[in-house]
């Protein structure tokens, strides 16, 4: 049944997506080709990026930090019932590593003052401290370190996703 539901509602979303046109200012060229539209995209993403190096760094910084952040979350999956939690408290610790992004993401609305660097290096030095919580073999610091490891790469990606949109006109 979940199946069927799941079918039904990808056809659903395929309808309504099949739908949805491009809105132009001006009328559509008679050549237009799709691909050439999408070649033309791309060309101008890589040349934004050649342009603005500074946007580029803020990028791969927060996806560095994001990717330590996925991977841990990932292996606590695995590891928190190696680690011996019980079955009824995986979930709500699952769940509290999750709810550290929601806090971070109001956290870091306090702190102003700081600059992007030392948000940067705040960040990455709380994943750290998260993965040598991960490898205590204890499940509620286990737990911990998912929930500070979330917290910290919500937190800056919130303040990257801010310098980024102040970088556009």
Not at 105 to 125: E, N, P, V
Request: charged fraction near 15%; aromatic fraction near 10%.
């Amino acid at each position: 049944m979940a199946y069927a539901t799941g079918v039904a509602a990808g056809l659903v979303q395929f309808a309504l997506l099949a739908g949805l046109v491009e809105v132009r200012l001006e009328p559509l060229a008679e050549e237009f080709n799709v691909w050439k539209e999408i070649a033309r995209c791309f060309k101008e993403s890589f040349l934004f990026l050649k342009q603005a190096r500074k946007a580029m760094l803020l990028m791969f910084t927060n996806s560095f930090v994001g990717a330590l952040d996925i991977l841990l979350l990932f292996f606590l999956q695995a590891k928190l019932p190696m680690a011996g939690i019980p079955n009824w408290a995986l979930g709500i610790a699952l769940l509290a590593t999750q709810a550290g992004g929601v806090i971070g993401a109001r956290l870091i609305l306090c702190a102003k003052k700081f600059s992007y660097r030392a948000i940067f290096t705040i960040a990455t030095a709380v994943i750290l401290s998260a993965i040598a919580l991960e490898h205590s073999g204890l499940y509620v610091l286990m737990a911990l370190g998912g929930f500070m490891s979330s917290m910290a790469d919500d937190a800056l990606q919130v303040r990257t996703n801010t310098r980024l949109q102040n970088m556009f006109p």
